[in-house]
DNA sequence: CCCTCATATGTCGGATTCCGTTATATCATG
DNA sequence: CATGATATAACGGAATCCGACATATGAGGG
């Protein structure tokens, strides 16, 4: 599973954040939108555009899965398969690593920037 | 400061890792490139093309300047402006949150994943 | 019933970015 | 001065981004 999830990385924002929004809950695409919103304090949104173009390429990848519509039938729900949720899990980890790079190298010599 | 690096984020990959390989130490292009396979242990490479589109856009916004050339007649050297820095602080920052959240999503609900 | 507005998905097309291939120049060695 | 490794850069097709626009459905009022 860590070998196919590695294939997939590193994700690009998009990506990323929608993974995230799914994470918690399927989603429909409207919903991921104010998710991701919401997640960053309005300061990052996703146009339909991107959001959209996203979960084609997602679904043909078996990334995410659309479950069976119930109720207001212009909602498709989305749902991360287990692909999904290893390729996010695999993503988490890295950038953790990067972070732990980070810090080290942004405090080290310079301290004011400048 | 902040406000100035708010622009640029979030950073897509390549971005990201070309910042991170600069906190460190000033650095020529191809000295980049063998940065990032050597951080993400040749997980991730960036060929030439990505990495010199990178550059330039980089250098045109103010996020990365050219060192003056010393020695080796080829090398461009590149370091991090302030504002390249910030958008770097900034950017880890956001992935911490990020992480935050994905971590509580990730173990809730469902443990094993599959 | 309609009419209207918010919700929700989807299309479209230009701009941007990606990224491997190829070209060119320079260095180090013998 | 020949050779091979290093280093930058141009090139061009593919993929992605992303706002504007189009269409369809639901909720509620009169």
Avoid at 12 to 17: K, M, V
Avoid at 27 to 41: D, N, P, T, V
Avoid at 61 to 82: H, K, M, N, P
Wanted: charged share 25%; hydrophobic share 40%; no cysteine.
């Amino acid at each position: 599973m860590r070998d196919q999830a590695a294939k997939f990385l590193p994700l690009n924002p998009a990506t990323l954040h929608i993974l995230l929004a799914l994470a918690g809950e399927d989603l429909h695409g409207y919903a991921i939108m104010q998710e991701i919103a919401r997640q960053s304090e309005g300061s990052y949104r996703l146009g339909p555009g991107t959001l959209y173009d996203n979960l084609q390429r997602l679904l043909g990848q078996g990334v995410v899965q659309e479950r069976g519509r119930t109720g207001d039938s212009r909602r498709r729900y989305y749902r991360l398969t287990a692909l999904g949720r290893g390729v996010l899990t695999a993503e988490i980890a890295r950038l953790e690593s990067v972070i732990h790079d980070a810090k080290l190298h942004l405090q080290a010599g310079r301290p004011g920037n400048a």
